[in-house]
């Protein structure tokens, strides 16, 4: 009974033992087999799209900035021509001013309004791009230079006086207030942003300035021929007032908004004219 119980103890546990060696992964079962494959995981990279997008973007971003250099570059060029031109012919304006002589000092300082007037027209042309702003240059450009020819003439023949008149202090003060209003509304004009819109504002301050000097002519001098010349520049000044006045009307949407403010400038020039009609009809009148 013993020995009987004894073999079913040691049979049940060899059968217990196999059945656990059983259940233990072999050792090679942990590699994989000849026959399987081993697969890798795909590694993330950029989709072809989304990198042409990129350059793309980046190009774009390149041009961008090159444009916008060479736009600012063109407008601190286009300041710095008029700048200069202004600042040639205030200075030839007042030289002329000082003159004794009214007839002498109106065609001095005349002769430095119309040089400068054709600089700027030029300057026009180097930079704008409107039609009819260029086309308004290039008329001046023509026009002005035939009373340039005519003030040389006269002024090789006609020296100045040796000594002051009795209205030589008056008519110097009336240049010089009008010369001193021309420029400063100049410089405003010329900071605009947009080269058409730049040579418009400037040139109707310098058209309203040359109607002030030409009334000063009419008021002081007494030469026929410059007294003449002064009522053609009023004629002529006038009708380009008017021409730049609406231009400058029916193109506000060329002005930036940061430019605004300057747009009392052309309205103070609205009242100005209507000034200077009323003061060319009575000296016509006398």
Same mark, same amino acid.
């Given at each position: 009974?013993?020995?009987?119980?004894?073999?079913? /103890?040691?049979? #049940? !546990?060899?059968?217990? @033992?196999?059945?656990?060696?059983?259940? %233990?992964?072999?050792?090679?079962?942990?590699?994989?087999?000849?026959?399987?494959?081993?697969?890798?995981?795909?590694?993330?990279?950029?989709?072809?799209?989304?990198?042409?997008?990129?350059?793309?973007? %980046?190009?774009?971003?390149?041009?961008?900035?090159?444009?916008?250099? /060479?736009?600012?570059?063109?407008?601190?060029?286009?300041?710095?021509?008029?700048?200069?031109?202004?600042?040639?012919?205030?200075? *030839?304006?007042?030289? !002329?001013?000082?003159?004794?002589?009214?007839?002498?000092?109106?065609?001095?300082?005349? #002769?430095?309004?119309?040089?400068? =007037?054709?600089?700027?027209?030029?300057?026009?042309?180097?930079?704008?791009?409107? &039609?009819?702003?260029?086309?308004? @240059?290039?008329?001046?450009?023509?026009?002005? %230079?035939?009373?340039? +020819?005519?003030?040389?003439?006269?002024?090789?023949?006609?020296?100045? @006086?040796?000594?002051?008149?009795?209205?030589?202090?008056?008519?110097?003060? &009336?240049?010089?207030?009008?010369?001193?209003?021309?420029?400063?509304?100049?410089?405003?004009?010329? =900071?605009?942003? /947009?080269?058409?819109?730049?040579?418009?504002?400037?040139?109707?301050?310098?058209?309203? !300035?040359?109607?002030?000097?030409?009334?000063?002519?009419?008021?002081?001098?007494?030469?026929?021929?410059?007294? +003449?010349?002064?009522?053609?520049?009023?004629?002529?000044?006038?009708?380009?007032? %008017?021409?730049?006045?609406?231009?400058?009307?029916?193109?506000?949407? #060329?002005?930036?908004?940061?430019?605004?403010?300057? #747009?009392?400038?052309?309205? *103070?020039?609205?009242?100005?004219?209507?000034?200077?009609?009323?003061?060319?009809?009575?000296?016509?009148?006398?």
């Amino acid at each position: 009974m013993t020995s009987s119980y004894r073999i079913s /103890v040691i049979a #049940l !546990g060899v059968t217990a @033992a196999l059945a656990l060696s059983a259940c %233990q992964p072999k050792p090679e079962d942990t590699e994989p087999t000849a026959t399987e494959e081993v697969v890798t995981p795909p590694v993330a990279t950029p989709e072809a799209d989304v990198t042409d997008d990129i350059e793309a973007e %980046q190009d774009s971003s390149a041009e961008v900035a090159e444009v916008e250099t /060479v736009d600012d570059t063109k407008i601190i060029d286009m300041f710095n021509d008029y700048t200069r031109a202004i600042s040639r012919m205030n200075d *030839e304006m007042l030289i !002329g001013m000082v003159y004794n002589d009214p007839d002498t000092a109106f065609a001095k300082s005349m #002769l430095g309004h119309h040089r400068g =007037t054709v600089d700027m027209a030029q300057i026009q042309l180097k930079y704008g791009t409107d &039609a009819e702003m260029r086309a308004l @240059a290039e008329d001046i450009i023509d026009n002005q %230079q035939l009373k340039i +020819d005519t003030m040389r003439r006269w002024l090789a023949s006609h020296p100045d @006086a040796a000594k002051s008149k009795p209205n030589t202090e008056a008519m110097q003060q &009336a240049y010089a207030d009008d010369i001193e209003d021309m420029y400063e509304d100049m410089e405003k004009g010329i =900071t605009a942003s /947009v080269a058409d819109i730049a040579f418009a504002r400037s040139m109707l301050s310098l058209h309203v !300035g040359a109607v002030d000097m030409a009334l000063i002519q009419l008021k002081y001098g007494t030469d026929e021929e410059m007294r +003449d010349l002064a009522l053609q520049i009023i004629d002529a000044q006038q009708r380009r007032i %008017q021409t730049t006045e609406n231009w400058l009307a029916t193109n506000d949407s #060329l002005i930036d908004s940061d430019e605004q403010n300057d #747009l009392d400038t052309e309205n *103070e020039s609205d009242v100005s004219v209507t000034e200077r009609e009323a003061q060319e009809s009575k000296v016509e009148q006398k």
